[in-house]
């Protein structure tokens, strides 16, 4: 299938009073709006959505006591996978770019690379935050005929990210692992002076992990 095509619409007669109305700034990749017969469609979507979201956060608490639960750690992970598919159809990039990252954090853990601890949880909770915000725009801009606003999700992706990077930490070919600074600072997700702080803490007493110390 291929995703619906987006389009936008057209702007109304510009009148006296709109001339001086300020027009919110929205970011391009925002500006985006559904056509009447996609309504369907999305209210399906949102209805699901917001259900998996709900899902989600129950089996996180669940997995939090238990990071060695599959069963649970799949039940985290399926409802991620399937807003990443049916957000990816629609078009909603935004949407699904950020459960494919946190739908990689989770399968790092499927995978044996990364054990789920009290970071990994409090990111994938606040994903599920940022996501419900998420489609809750996207259904009222629907319903208004208006573009999208869009999320500041950096500080999010950067704890993705970090989590991600320390998940991957491998030996290099001299049979020795890269430090995860190192892998951080190459990945370009924090700055050396960071990494050397956080260090300097960690040998100072600090018993919190390098990536959450970052």
């Given at each position: 299938?291929?995703?619906?095509?987006?389009?936008?619409?057209?702007?109304?007669?510009?009148?006296?009073?709109?001339?001086?109305?300020?027009?919110?700034?929205?970011?391009?990749?925002?500006?985006?709006?559904?056509?009447?017969?996609?309504?369907?469609?999305?209210?399906?979507?949102?209805?699901?959505?917001?259900?998996?979201?709900?899902?989600?956060?129950?089996?996180?608490?669940?997995?939090?006591?238990?990071?060695?639960?599959?069963?649970?750690?799949?039940?985290?992970?399926?409802?991620?996978?399937?807003?990443?598919?049916?957000?990816?159809?629609?078009?909603?990039?935004?949407?699904?770019?950020?459960?494919?990252?946190?739908?990689?954090?989770?399968?790092?853990?499927?995978?044996?690379?990364?054990?789920?601890?009290?970071?990994?949880?409090?990111?994938?909770?606040?994903?599920?935050?940022?996501?419900r915000?998420?489609?809750?725009?996207?259904?009222?801009?629907?319903?208004e005929?208006?573009?999208?606003?869009?999320?500041?999700?950096?500080?999010?992706e950067?704890?993705?990210?970090?989590?991600?990077?320390?998940?991957?930490?491998?030996?290099?070919?001299?049979?020795?692992v890269?430090?995860?600074?190192?892998?951080?600072?190459?990945?370009?997700?924090?700055?050396?002076?960071?990494?050397?702080?956080?260090?300097?803490?960690?040998?100072?007493?600090?018993?919190?992990?390098?990536?959450?110390?970052l």
């Amino acid at each position: 299938f291929s995703a619906p095509e987006m389009q936008v619409k057209p702007a109304a007669p510009e009148t006296e009073a709109d001339t001086e109305a300020p027009v919110p700034a929205v970011e391009p990749s925002a500006q985006e709006a559904f056509n009447p017969e996609d309504d369907e469609l999305l209210a399906g979507f949102v209805a699901e959505a917001l259900e998996h979201l709900e899902s989600i956060e129950v089996n996180a608490l669940v997995l939090e006591d238990a990071p060695e639960d599959t069963e649970a750690l799949n039940a985290v992970f399926r409802p991620f996978h399937t807003i990443k598919g049916v957000s990816g159809f629609l078009n909603l990039r935004d949407i699904n770019e950020l459960s494919h990252s946190l739908e990689n954090l989770l399968d790092q853990a499927r995978s044996g690379q990364l054990v789920i601890g009290s970071e990994a949880i409090d990111i994938i909770l606040g994903g599920v935050d940022m996501l419900r915000q998420m489609i809750n725009e996207t259904q009222s801009a629907a319903q208004e005929r208006r573009p999208r606003r869009s999320f500041d999700t950096s500080a999010l992706e950067s704890r993705l990210a970090g989590a991600l990077a320390e998940s991957e930490a491998k030996e290099d070919v001299e049979g020795k692992v890269k430090p995860l600074g190192e892998i951080l600072v190459e990945k370009g997700v924090v700055q050396r002076e960071s990494v050397e702080q956080a260090l300097s803490r960690q040998q100072e007493g600090s018993p919190r992990p390098l990536g959450e110390l970052l």
